[in-house]
T-cell receptor, first 117, second 113 residues
């Protein structure tokens, strides 16, 4: 199967600082990537759709100025949590479809655990 | 709006036995796709099985099969000959018209030796 990586796998930061999380498709190109947030023992909640070469599309209730998304190339999307606060602590997961077409399998990154002190 | 419901927060099954996980969904679309994903303790999401709504035949993948009832909007996952490695969170997911997935709340499966 296709491989999606995330870096870092975990990060601890102080309140008020910014943190960047990278999502890379290692063996395929992805014009679209997705960012999810998962709280402990809960489901994945879609935060935004990252589109290569254009602005991200954010889900209702997600602050676009707080969660900056940049899809700089066909293999890299980044999520920057700006001015992080303890309530931003969560598990962040990205995904990407390898093949074009609705309904094709999406491949998920291993996730990034963010802890804000 | 589309919704996905998993009514079983937790299930247990004896090793080598069969277990069925439930999923219902709500949509007004006629063409859509349904998935079961597994999330083990490593948190890596792994596709278990995929079903196209236009196909009447239930999808199967080795020990995993689904019972897709389109009229009832039900999509259950059956795991046969359960193994210790099957222990994980299982998420039902829906997509239609876009690449966006809508996930259910998940079912934690415990496999008892």
């Amino acid at each position: 199967g296709a491989v999606v990586s995330q870096h870092p796998s975990w990060v601890i930061c102080k309140s008020g600082t910014s943190v960047k999380i990278e999502c890379r498709s290692l063996d395929f190109q992805a014009t679209t990537m997705f960012w999810y947030r998962q709280f402990p023992k809960q489901s994945l909640m879609l935060m935004a759709t990252s589109n290569e070469g254009s602005k991200a599309t954010y889900e209702q209730g997600v602050e676009k100025d707080k969660f900056l998304i940049n899809h700089a190339s066909l293999t890299l999307s980044t999520l920057t949590v700006t001015s992080a606060h303890p309530e931003d602590s969560s598990f962040y997961i990205c995904s990407a479809p390898r093949l074009a077409g609705i309904g094709n399998e999406q491949f998920f990154g291993p996730g990034t655990r963010l802890t804000v002190l | 709006a589309q919704t996905v419901t998993q009514s079983q927060p937790e299930m247990s099954v004896q090793e080598a036995e069969t277990v069925t996980l439930s999923c219902t969904y709500d949509t007004s679309e006629s063409d859509y796709y349904l998935f079961w994903y597994k999330q083990p303790p490593s948190r890596q999401m792994i596709l278990v099985i995929r079903q196209e709504a236009y196909k009447q035949q239930n999808a199967t993948e080795n020990r995993f099969s689904v019972n897709f009832q389109k009229a009832a909007k039900s999509f259950s996952l059956k795991i046969s000959d359960s193994q210790l490695g099957d222990a994980a969170m299982y998420f039902c997911a829906y997509t239609s018209g876009t690449y966006k997935y809508i996930f259910g709340t998940g079912t934690r499966l415990k496999v008892l030796a």
